[in-house]
């Protein structure tokens, strides 16, 4: 009986929660097309963030390996390498 009691509870109390968060939700988002152009840009602006980040760390660790590691002919001659090989495939 204990159990039945306490589960009931517990989903009385989820239901008041869910109910909570909807009311909020809906107050500041009064329209879906409002919530889904907010989700749109987010995912732009998160995506060329994503771009931008990642293209920093890549220079970043290029520019370390050709200053502090002495590679044979450096990384530009593996690039071009690697250019001429989908070129001639």
Request: hydrophobic fraction near 45%; aromatic fraction near 14%; avoid cysteine.
């Amino acid at each position: 009986m204990n159990k039945i009691v306490s589960k009931v509870k517990r989903d009385n109390e989820n239901g008041a929660r869910r109910g909570i968060l909807e009311d909020l939700f809906y107050d500041f988002n009064r329209s879906r097309a409002q919530v889904y152009k907010i989700n749109f840009l987010r995912g732009l602006f998160f995506g060329f963030g994503s771009v931008i980040g990642g293209t920093v760390v890549v220079a970043i660790i290029v520019w370390l390996l050709n200053r502090f590691v002495d590679l044979p002919g450096g990384v530009g001659n593996f690039v071009q390498y690697v250019v001429d090989i989908v070129k001639h495939r």
